[in-house]
């Protein structure tokens, strides 16, 4: 019998492989607990594979070439998603999202110890101190409009919940408003607990509605089983377009 190669637990290594189209760059992760190897991209455009610690390196080196062209193409479009991401700038004239409509950004500096945030149906109007640089005021600005929008996500969100929770004869324990990367929302069945993306502030009501009735309703189907869909389309019939709506501006979600 052949004997099985045991890997230690270690960090992520670098490792390349050849493709005909040229070197596909790869960080590599072993974990005692996987059972399958998995391809994924970081946020920034970085190749990710995740292999068990069994699996010989050059086993999964062959796995991303028999993948090669799936990984070419997600890292083409996230060098163009990472792209428009960074065409926007916390400056005059910069239009940035809120409740599903374009809004355009003004700064202006003035003799002032603490920057500020107004918004009307003009847009936004960050002013900031005379002082600070131009590189450190793009992050004040961003700190500014930041939390404009978690402002405005507890608002808002605590009144949509609390309108669908009665509709639905759910009672939440608690309702947060979280910085969460990958998901929109996120109900914790046992503690009846929902939290949700402050980012959804920027989607139109009737998508910032549908994340709500989605989290609410996993407080009685905690899965995604016909029962919990049937559940959500008796509150919401057209919720399909809100999910097209997340799924096609979610890169305009996302804030450099």
């Known amino acids: 019998m052949k004997e099985r190669r045991v890997y230690k637990r270690e960090q992520a290594q670098t490792r390349q492989v050849t493709t005909p189209t040229g070197i596909i760059e790869y960080d590599l ?3 005692p607990r996987r059972r399958t190897m998995e391809l994924s991209l970081y946020e920034g455009g970085r190749l990710r594979a995740v292999a068990p610690n069994y699996v010989s390196e050059e086993r999964i080196r062959s796995f ?6 799936w ?3 997600r890292l083409k ?3 163009e998603r990472n792209a428009f991401i960074n065409s926007r ?3 005059t004239g910069h239009e940035f999202l809120f409740l599903g409509r374009h809004y355009p950004l003004s700064v202006e500096r003035q003799q002032i110890k603490r920057a500020k945030a107004l918004f009307d149906e003009s847009g936004w109007l960050i002013t900031i101190p005379l002082e ?6 793009e992050s004040v600005i961003k700190d500014q409009l930041v939390s404009w929008y978690r ?4 608002e808002v969100f605590g009144g949509r919940v609390f309108f669908f929770a009665r509709r639905m004869g759910m009672e939440p324990w608690k309702v947060s408003v979280r910085a969460q990367k990958q998901v929109w929302g996120m109900c914790h069945h046992t503690e009846k607990r929902i939290s949700l993306n ?3 502030i920027m989607a139109p009501m009737d998508v910032i509605d549908y994340v709500v009735v989605h989290e609410l309703a996993h407080l009685k189907h905690p899965n995604h089983s016909k029962k919990f869909w049937s559940f959500v389309e008796s509150i919401l019939p057209d919720y399909t377009i809100a999910e097209d709506w997340l799924k096609h501006h979610r890169l305009e979600m996302v804030l450099p």
């Open 29 to 31: 992760f072993r974990s």
């Open 64 to 69: 991303v070439l028999e993948r090669a062209a």
């Open 71 to 73: 990984v070419r193409q």
């Open 77 to 79: 479009e996230a060098d």
């Open 89 to 91: 700038k916390y400056q």
């Open 132 to 137: 600070e640089q131009i590189k450190g005021g």
């Open 151 to 154: 402002s405005q996500a507890l």
């Open 198 to 200: 402050w980012k959804l």
